[in-house]
Every structure is written in structure tokens, then in C-alpha cells.
């Protein structure tokens, strides 16, 4: 019995990775004012990049570089078309995700041709930890991305609350005219938030295909992309709250895997429905958390205004 959950506690942990990439990144973007709904299909241009760029140079270091730039680019392409544009956040944000997901299917005919896999990320062993019984095969038995990802969280809380630039962050978030009179430059700031958000959910998507599946496939993100979003609203905004989100999710899909692994009498159809479940029962939640959202959330800045 100890096996079973030290297998899904461990296997939870990895799984996070790349919800809390791309919630972490969302929460920045969000938290000055910029809703990104391509998320999802940055993670798996992210994921295109990290794998055929791992597989065709055998550096899966340069694969995670790859997919961090992709991610960065396309943060900055979300950036300017709703920071400078002005466009409508959610529209815009559907449409990067539609047009990343048939470029990504596009990328994957023209250049793989089929599914093919690699020998991904292999687990760190964190001397003297790792032998430490049952918790030491949990937390120190794991990829580099797992230990990045988990270390994101208080970093990130850090630059938000105790930095000048998580001020500003913050300003520029809950009211970016106050914050434009005070000499903060509001487009710089959301221009820096949303590509770092990108940058972000590109290394979401590298933690998916060359860490936890070690393949790539059309469509490989599965809406992840979309309950990362929801994770941001569900945390009210905060990392720490994203971070026990994320490892709800995780948890709830390690367990249908598990499930699906051990022949449990449940049909597969329905344990691979519980993630998306407990997203619909988030999404009811959000209501009570749309006080704690920034006040300038999808709103567009224009000085003068």
C-alpha cells in the first residue's frame, strides 16, 4: 500500500509541472491586467519546439531554451495585440490558441510525420535525500523541471509582494491610470508580464513532451492550457493558492491513471472526465473570488482615458 501512494504522490508532483508553468506565468500577466486565453496554445507550440528541437540536436537543454523562446515570442505577439492594439483579450487570446494549434499540427506533418519519442529529462537524485524513506523517492526523486516549477512559486510571490516591480505589477493591474500619473510605463509592464508568462507556458509545454510523455502529437496539451486559466481564478491570484490547485488536478489525474494502470472497475471514460469536472466545479467558484481579481483585469489602457 505504501508503494501505491508513493507512486501517486510521486507521480502527482510531475504531473504539476506544467499546470503550474503556465498558471505561475498567468498569474503575472494577470496580475497586471492582460487575460491570455492562447495559453494552451503556446504550451504545445512550446512542446513542438522543446521535442524536435531535443531530437534533432540530442540536447534536451537546448529543447527547454527552444521552447521558452517560442513561448516568449508568442507572449510578446499576445502582448501586442492587447496591450498595443487594444483588441479584445478574450478574442485575441482564442485566436493565438487556434492559430498555434493548427500551426502546430502543421509543424508536426512537415517535419515528423508521425509520432516518435525521446529519451526525455531523466530524475535528479538529491544526495543524502533521496534515500530518506517514502518522502525521499517523492520530492527528491525528480526531473529539473519539477524542482523549477515548485521553486517558481515562492519566487514569484516574492517579486509580487516585496519588489519594486511586483509593485508595479500590482498598480498597473488595479488601476493603471493612477499608476501611468506616478510614472510607472503601463504598456512596458504588461509587455514584460505577458512574455514572461509566455516564456512560461513555453516551458509548460517542454515539461510535457520531452519530461512527462516524452512525445509529441497534435493536440498534445489536451486543454491544459485552459484549466491553467482557471487555476489563476481559482488561487484568487496568489502563487501559493495556484500551487494547491495545481496539485488537486495533478492529483485527481495521477489517481485516474492509476486507476486506468491497476484495472479498477470504473470506466476510463469517466476517471479521464474528473479532471475536466472538477474544472467546471473551479469555474463555479469564480464568482466568489471576482473580488480578489484586478480590478483592471481585460480592461485595455489608453493615457488620457
Known amino acids: 500500500m505504501t508503494a501505491v501512494i508513493v507512486g501517486i504522490v510521486s507521480s502527482s508532483l510531475r504531473l504539476v509541472t506544467p499546470y503550474l508553468f503556465a498558471a505561475i506565468g ?36 537546448l529543447g527547454v531554451i527552444a521552447a521558452g ?22 478574442v485575441s487570446g482564442i485566436a493565438l490558441y487556434l492559430f498555434c494549434l493548427g500551426l502546430s499540427e502543421m509543424l508536426f506533418n512537415q517535419t515528423l510525420g508521425g509520432v516518435r519519442t525521446i529519451s526525455g529529462l531523466q530524475p535528479i537524485n538529491i544526495p543524502g535525500l533521496s534515500k530518506i524513506p517514502v518522502l525521499g523517492p517523492i520530492l527528491f526523486h525528480q526531473n529539473i523541471l519539477v524542482y523549477i516549477a515548485f521553486a517558481l512559486v515562492p519566487i514569484a510571490w516574492f517579486v509580487l509582494n516585496k519588489t519594486p516591480f511586483g509593485l ?21 509592464v504588461r509587455y514584460q508580464t505577458v512574455t ?7 516551458i509548460a509545454g517542454a515539461s510535457l513532451s520531452i519530461a512527462l510523455l516524452n512525445l509529441f502529437q497534435p493536440n498534445l496539451t489536451n486543454g491544459m492550457g485552459f484549466i491553467a486559466v482557471a487555476l489563476v481564478y481559482f488561487g484568487g491570484w496568489r502563487p501559493v493558492r495556484v500551487l494547491l490547485g495545481a496539485l488537486l488536478f495533478s492529483t485527481v489525474n495521477a489517481l485516474q491513471i492509476w486507476a486506468q494502470v ?18 467546471i466545479v473551479v469555474l463555479a467558484t469564480m464568482k466568489r473570488r471576482n473580488s480578489q481579481a484586478p480590478s483592471a483585469l481585460t480592461k485595455p489602457f489608453e493615457r488620457g482615458q
Open 168 to 188: 508595479k505589477i500590482r498598480a498597473v493591474g488595479e488601476n493603471p491610470h493612477a499608476a501611468d500619473s506616478l510614472g510607472v510605463r503601463v504598456r512596458r
Open 69 to 90: 523562446l517560442a513561448g516568449g515570442l508568442l507572449g510578446f505577439i499576445m502582448a501586442f495585440v492587447s496591450v498595443s492594439m487594444r483588441a479584445d483579450q478574450g
Open 262 to 279: 491497476e484495472g479498477i472497475g470504473i470506466s476510463p471514460y469517466l476517471t479521464l472526465m474528473l479532471p475536466y469536472v472538477i474544472t
Open 196 to 202: 514572461l508568462g509566455g516564456v512560461f507556458a513555453g
Open 26 to 61: 498567468e498569474t503575472l500577466s494577470q496580475a497586471s491586467g492582460v487575460l491570455n486565453l492562447g495559453l494552451d496554445g503556446i504550451m504545445l507550440i512550446g512542446a513542438y519546439a522543446a521535442f524536435y528541437v531535443g531530437i534533432t540536436t540530442g540536447s534536451l537543454a
